[in-house]
């Protein structure tokens, strides 16, 4: 190489390396950020619609009037009623209906009615530029997951990941005091209330006290959008796992992703929430418990992790704000995350 040329590009590679730098360090910064929408007030109107699964008017029903009795205006989207064998109606038809409730100023919140499966078909054809202008919370979990993962990597704005309408009960009157709970729970989130949730001892918790921002969902999402535009970023994060349906294997391969993928390796805090597992088939035991899978994955990091914490596909699965910072406490009288 000619010297003169080899010293001008050397120059010029040092000149520009603090810019890189610094550049770097700004694109890290603005993804340890997150923007909050703007929490509900009475007379707000949320949307509802079936981005995932179907599920009828009628079932929708106790959702509704809870919501009107909390004194929201109830705006009933396109695919509520449709079916297309699984979904909420077909490709197009989910895909048409989510985009009108995120271009629609006068929605302040989506309510996705179930989970099940099918956001993953549509997430790459939505359009986010007006959500991403004017943004609203949007409300769900289980199959859901994708939109928490896809905003959290792609605009850092926060939502809420919490039961949906098929979870409301039919009677209010006549719903158990957890049932009734966690329901409340996602009014409290829309509306910006202060939250604090608690979890009983475990022996297998490992004590700490972070703050840092809370994201995460359905371990089994989380695992399948590795490697996408939707692939979550955990890095100085709190992160929260749940899971249902999944072998004993199966929970320990997605963990070993996570933790090869290096989306365990510099966490503030891990919350494990409620995980409901198939038996292992005769003769093909596992031979581990839930918590000496997660435990074998975290073994060298030194954050704080609780387990059996009040998330996910079970009663109480309370509302969390993806997004947000908390504050995160186990101890020995248990476990502790609240809003900051």
């Known amino acids: ?88 109606g077909t490709d197009e038809e989910r895909l048409e209906d989510f985009q009108k409730m995120l271009d629609d100023p006068n929605i302040k919140a989506i309510m996705c009615a179930r989970g099940g499966y099918g956001f993953v078909r549509i997430i790459d054809k939505l359009d986010f530029s007006s959500f991403k202008r004017n943004p609203k919370w ?15 990597r792609n605009y850092g704005i926060a939502s809420i990941h919490s039961k949906m309408c098929n979870s409301f009960p039919d009677d209010w009157s006549k719903a158990e005091p957890i049932q009734i709970d966690t329901i409340l729970s996602i009014k409290n989130a829309l509306m910006g209330e202060q939250i604090a949730y608690t979890a009983p001892v475990n022996s297998n918790n490992r004590m700490g006290k972070v703050d840092g921002i809370l994201v995460g969902g359905n371990l089994s999402i989380i695992e399948t959008l590795a490697g996408s535009t939707s692939d979550l970023d955990t890095k100085g994060k709190i992160l929260f796992v749940e899971d249902t349906g999944e072998y004993l294997y199966s929970i320990d391969r997605m963990l070993w992703n996570l933790k090869r993928s290096g989306k365990l390796k510099n966490l503030k805090g891990l919350i494990v ?40 596909h079970q009663r109480n699965n309370f509302a969390l704000r993806c997004g947000v910072n908390h504050t995160f406490i186990v101890n020995e009288t248990g476990t502790t995350l609240r809003t900051v």
Not at 138 to 152: E, N, P, Y
Not at 291 to 300: D, R
Request: glycine content about 10%; overall charge negative.
């Open 273 to 312: 929430g409620g995980f409901k597992v198939k038996p292992d088939d005769a003769g093909e035991e596992f031979g581990k418990t839930i918590y000496e899978i997660v435990l074998e994955k975290v073994k060298e990091y030194q954050y704080p992790i609780a387990f059996d914490f009040p998330v996910g």
């Open 1 to 88: 190489m000619n010297r003169k040329h080899f010293l001008s590009s050397f120059i010029t590679a040092v000149t520009v390396l603090p810019a890189f730098k610094a550049l770097a360090n700004t694109a890290e910064n603005e993804s340890s950020s997150f923007k909050t929408p703007p929490y509900l007030k009475p007379g707000d109107t949320i949307g509802i619609t079936s981005p995932a699964g179907y599920i009828t008017l009628e079932q929708t029903q106790p959702s509704v009037l809870q919501m009107q009795n909390w004194g929201f205006v109830i705006k009933i989207g396109d695919t509520i009623g449709k079916r297309d064998f699984t979904y909420g």
């Open 138 to 152: 949007i409300i769900g979990f289980s199959d859901i997951t994708v939109l928490h993962c896809h905003l959290a």
